[in-house]
């Protein structure tokens, strides 16, 4: 991180785990609301199912960084 310090490069990468971050918890989420769904454990689902969502809506506005600055950016600094 020292030696990207301050680049578009390093913005690239942080969105990047921060997405790899985002992924795991929605697989997370969805198996314990599966889990949940087959023991019949009703308001946890309801509550599992809300993270799961704003997991997703987060994931969502991470691609949507990417995609409108970061690795726009990155690509033309790599030019």
């Known amino acids: 991180m020292k030696e990207f310090r301050g680049s578009t490069a390093l913005d690239a990468g942080l969105l990047a785990s921060a997405q790899t971050v985002e992924h795991y918890e929605i697989s997370r989420y969805g198996t314990l609301k599966a889990w949940?769904?087959?023991?019949?454990?009703?308001?946890?689902?309801?509550?599992?199912?809300?993270?799961?969502?704003?997991?997703?809506?987060?994931?969502?506005?991470?691609?949507?960084?990417?995609?409108?600055?970061?690795?726009?950016?990155?690509?033309?600094?790599?030019?």
């Open 36 to 79: 949940a769904e087959q023991l019949g454990l009703h308001e946890a689902v309801r509550l599992l199912d809300e993270t799961l969502e704003q997991e997703k809506k987060t994931d969502e506005a991470l691609t949507e960084l990417a995609k409108a600055a970061v690795n726009q950016e990155a690509r033309q600094a790599a030019e």
